[in-house]
Every structure is written in C-alpha cells, then in structure tokens.
C-alpha cells in the first residue's frame, strides 16, 4: 500500500522568505508524486507532477519539487514567498495500477506573514 | 472549458435524507472518482469508475452508493444521510494512465445535522 506523509500541518514564513514543505512518500514500485494547492473555497489544483522523466520538476507560480528516491522524500520549495501564496499544499502518490488513484498526505497549511 | 463540474455548492440536509451529488466532466476522460475531505486528513476515495457502466469501491465506501450512466457523468449517492458525512465532496476525472494528473471539481460542501 501507498502512503504519504507530509511534516507540519501549519508553516509560517515571512513574505519573500522561502517556503519549503515536507513530503514523504512510501511506494513499492516507482511513484507517480504530484503536489496540488487549494486555495479556501476552491477545488485542487496541480502544481507540479513527477513521473521519473527528471528528479527535479518545475511547476506553477515558481514552485518546484525533487525527487530523492534515497530519502523517499518529494519537498515542495519556493525561493521567494508572496502573500498570494497562502493556500493549503497536497503531495499525493498515484498508484501504478488501473484504478490509478491518489493518495494524499493530510495536507500543510502555508500562512505568509508580511 | 469547463473542465470538471459539480452540483451543488453547498447543502444542509438532515440526519437520514437522501441525496445525490452530481458530477460532468468535459474531457472525454475514461476514469473518474469521489473523495472526501476533512480536516486533517487529506482527501480520501471513496469510490472509483474505470468506464461507463463500472465503479468500484475505495478507501471509504460505507453509506455511499455511485452511479456512472455515461463516460461524463458520475454520482454520488448518500441513502440515509448521518452526521459522519458532514464532509467536502470532490470529484475527479483522469486520463488512461498513472503519470496523469487528476483533475478535480470545486467541490461540493455537505453539512448533516
């Protein structure tokens, strides 16, 4: 079974510091990972997808993920946060079969102080 | 385009009332599927279409039933509403393989008194 966890239910950071959120996932064959961002009242919507072509993925809004397949771990990072990024972040591993569902961490809610 | 829709945005219902959340999607996608959300815990599957006239069960399928009539549209069925169902409901559509990203709806967002 495939499973996610996500270190830290709430992050803080200071408006042009760098966000970075914890992923780690566990997978018996090679993960399909994906972060998505919700922001309040809305649906998810992906930011970033990792599917082996190259370990470090570069996504929406200057987000980008690697993939460390020694450390199971896929972190989010951004250089530089901006108030418009306040929003919950999802890592999900996708399974490698026909029902290809997501499995989700329980989510980290990034606060931007000004 | 619309991408992934569903029907309602929010509702009241009272403990054991019936109903039906509705969901389309525009892609011509073969895979689609229900989670729920609450806090703390991500989202989780609670059922799973493969193709028209196919569902199979999830992570959490007890008290839901779904229904997938065509390649758009899949629903979720709630018999005898309890208050555990207090939750937010996404649907979600794919395409055929696990390197695709899912694409999820706004969600719809039941409240069970």
């Known amino acids: 079974a495939q499973s996610v966890t996500q270190l830290g239910s709430h992050v803080s950071v200071s408006e042009g510091a760098l966000v ?31 599917t082996s072509a190259a370990t470090l993925v570069k996504g929406i809004n200057g987000f980008e993920a690697e993939f460390k397949k020694s450390e199971t771990s896929f972190h989010l990072t951004k250089p530089s946060a901006h108030m418009s990024d306040a929003a919950e972040y999802f890592c999900a591993v996708s399974e490698d079969t026909g029902r290809r569902a997501l499995t989700f961490g329980s989510g980290t809610r990034l606060q931007v102080q000004p | 385009n619309a991408g992934v829709t569903q029907t309602p945005k929010f509702q009241v219902l009272k403990t054991g009332q019936s109903m039906t959340l509705q969901c389309a999607q525009d892609m011509n996608h073969n895979s689609m599927y229900w989670y729920r959300q609450d806090p703390g815990m991500g989202l989780r599957l609670i059922y799973y279409s493969a193709s028209e006239g196919t569902t199979d069960k999830g992570e959490v399928p007890n008290g839901y039933n779904v229904s997938r009539l065509n390649k758009r549209e899949f629903s979720l069925r709630l018999e005898s ?23 999820f709806g706004d969600g719809t967002r039941l409240s069970i008194l």
């Open chain 1, 20 to 50: 970075l959120l914890r992923c780690n996932y566990s997978s018996s064959v090679p993960p399909y990972l994906f972060w998505y961002v919700q922001y309040p009242n809305q649906g998810l919507q992906l930011l970033l997808k990792y």
């Open chain 2, 81 to 103: 509403a309890a208050p555990s169902q207090t939750s937010v409901y996404f649907c979600a559509s794919t395409a055929e393989y696990s390197n695709q990203p899912q694409h």
